[in-house]
C-alpha cells in the first residue's frame, strides 16, 4: 500500500512536470511567434507578404535587405543607437548606484515617499511633457543630438535602475560594510571592494535591463532627432509612408534592428535571470 502510494505520488509530479512543461513551451511560442513571422515576412517579395492565406512556403529573397541597404545607411543608425544605448546606462549608473546606496543604508522617514515618487514619474505620459522637452532642446541646440538623445534616455530610465539597485543592495547586510569600515575602508573603498563585487549580479541585470529600454525607445527618437542621430527605432519608423505600409521592407528593416539586441540578450541571460533573482531565496 504504501509502495502505491509512493509510486502515485510520483507520478502525479512527472504529471505536474510534464503539464508546467508544455504550458510553458507554449508559452514560449506565442511570444516568439510574432518574432519568427518577421523574420519569415523579411524573406519575402511584397507580393508574397500581402497574400491572402499567408504563405508558409515560398521562394526566399534578399531583395529586401538590398533595397535597404543601398536607400538608408544602417551602421549609421545602429552606431547611434550603440552610443545612446551605452551612454545612457552608463551615466544612470554612475547615478543610481551613489543614490541607492544613501537610500539602503541610509535610511530616513522620507526614502519610501522619495522612491514611490521617482517611480511615479514613469506613469507620466511621455507626450504631456513632449513640448516643454522639445523647445528646451531647440533653444539649447541639442535637437538631433546624441547627447540629448543620451541626456532623456538616462532621465526616463533612471527611477528603474535607482529602484533595482536600492532592492538589491537592501539584501546586503550591513554588518559587512561595517567591518569593513572598522578595518578603515573609505566609502570609496567600501562601495568599489565590498558592495560592488556582493551586488554584482543584480547590478549587471539592472544594466541588462537599461539597455534593452534604451534600445528599443522609439517616442523620444521619433521626436527629438531627424537624421544625424537617429537610432535603429527611427530606421523602422521611416519605413512607414502615405502610400501604405510596405510589410516585406518593414520586416526586414525590424529584423535587423532587434537582431543586435536579441543577440546580446540571447548570450546575457544567464546572467540576467541570476540578477532578477538576487536575494530572492536566503
Known sequence: MLNFNMLSLKQRRRLNTVLLGTLAWGVALVIFFPIFWMILTSFK????AFATPPQLFFTPTLE???QINERSDYFHFAWNSVVVSFGSTIIGMMIAVPAAY???????KRTKTTLLWMLSTKMLPPVGVLVPIYLLFKDMGMLDTRLGLVIIYTLINLPIMVWMAYTYFKEIPKEVLEAARM?????LQEIWRVLLPMS???LASTVLLS???CWNEAFWSLNLTASKAAPLTALIASYSSPEGLFWAKLSAVSTLACAPILIFGWFSQKQLVR????????
Open 45 to 48: 517579395t511584397e507580393i508574397d
Open 64 to 66: 529586401n535587405y538590398t
Open 102 to 108: 544613501s537610500m539602503a543604508f541610509f535610511e530616513t
Open 183 to 187: 578595518d578603515g575602508a573609505s566609502l
Open 200 to 202: 554584482k549580479g543584480g
Open 211 to 213: 539597455l534593452i529600454l
Open 275 to 282: 540578477g532578477l533573482s538576487f536575494g530572492a531565496v536566503k
